[in-house]
């Protein structure tokens, strides 16, 4: 731990954390290591991991305390818990009840920050102070940390968020003053909490993209964006939020829990057949649809593009590594 320098903005960071220690240690140097003219308060909020998390926690606690590691900011205060709690988002809002910074972020703990995000951060906020959310670019990486795609980030439009993932989390950050003026998280959701965040502060806040990198996101086996034992709630928590806040239920939204739906129940030689899947999912979305919305809804005349019509016949994973990307280059 290290002395904050009084006049310097200071970015509290969360990170939740369980069973992920193969992982951790890229997330905790990629705080610890941001260089520039802030203080960071960084919690890590471990849910009682049985793997070696704790000891990669309490390593980098000992080489901050004993200056063994080169802080490169105006000071980082070190803090961290391991206890059981009710999930990752029980763990962040524990987190968040400790942070002290007026700028805030969290970063799971198999994420990275790429240098300079946090000042980035703090500059976009000096320059535009009435901006409640700000966010930057992102690459999707592995297991072994080689790029697999780009995260689609656009300029902030609120109506969009409801049929597009427009913003990534790990690269997201917001003032203290409207993520309380919202509420915080919504401690009901399990998979979305981020999104809805979004919502709710795009709702009365301005949000600014900026373009430029400013983390990765990692993809793999156990991750709740792609596992499969969670996939087809967090797409139905997804479709449940965004019904709630827009009073509509977007077919692209149908459409993926339907074709995860498809996917698992049909049988097993029909379900390794792409263009099976997919016309048994337009099938079941064009039916759910018509119930969820009491008939067609306008918006959804918007969304039956090409680019979405040649989404239905590739996997998740494609559509969100887009693998025809230009940038992907070896590792971050």
């Known amino acids: 731990m290290t002395n904050s320098v009084p006049g310097f903005p200071v970015i509290s960071i969360i990170t939740p954390s369980y069973n992920q220690g193969a992982f951790l240690a890229a997330t905790?140097?990629?705080?610890?290591?941001?260089?520039?003219?802030?203080?960071?308060?960084?919690?890590?909020?471990?849910?009682?991991?049985?793997?070696?998390s704790v000891d990669i926690i309490k390593s980098y606690d000992a080489r901050l305390h004993n200056g063994e590691w080169p802080v490169s900011c105006r000071g980082i205060t070190y803090r961290w818990v391991s206890e059981r709690d009710k999930g990752q988002t029980d763990a962040l809002m524990?987190?968040?009840?400790?942070?002290?910074?007026e700028i805030q972020a969290w970063l799971n703990s198999d994420d990275t920050y790429l240098g300079g995000a946090l000042q980035s951060a703090v500059d976009l906020f000096r320059h535009y102070p009435e901006t409640g959310l700000m966010y930057g670019d992102a690459n999707y990486i592995d297991a072994e940390g080689s790029i697999i795609g780009s995260y689609r980030s656009e300029e902030f439009d609120l109506d969009k968020l409801a049929s597009a993932n427009i913003i990534c989390q790990p690269a997201a950050f917001f003032r203290r003053d409207p993520f309380e003026a919202v509420g915080g998280l919504d401690g009901t959701l399990d998979f979305v909490m981020d999104f809805d965040l979004w919502i709710r502060i795009g709702s009365r806040f301005?949000?600014?993209?900026?373009?430029?990198?400013?983390?990765t996101y990692r993809l793999h086996e156990t991750s709740k964006t792609i596992s499969n034992d969670t996939l087809f709630r967090n797409s139905e928590e997804a479709l449940a939020v965004t019904i709630r806040h827009f009073g509509w239920a977007p077919l692209t939204r149908v459409y993926t829990s339907c074709s995860i739906l498809c996917k698992a129940r049909l049988p097993d030689m029909l379900a390794r057949n792409r263009f099976a899947v997919a016309v048994a999912a337009m099938f079941c979305s064009f039916i759910r649809s018509l119930y969820l919305n009491h008939g067609i809804h306008r918006n959804d005349l918007k969304l039956l593009t090409g680019t979405n019509f040649r989404k239905l016949f590739k996997s998740r994973l494609e559509i969100m590594t887009d693998h025809n990307n230009d940038n992907l280059s070896g590792k971050p």
């Open 28 to 52: 905790i140097e990629s705080v610890i290591g941001q260089e520039g003219d802030f203080s960071i308060d960084y919690i890590i909020v471990d849910g009682g991991s049985s793997d070696n």
């Open 206 to 215: 301005p949000c600014r993209h900026l373009p430029g990198l400013l983390a």
């Open 94 to 101: 524990n987190g968040f009840r400790m942070a002290r910074g």
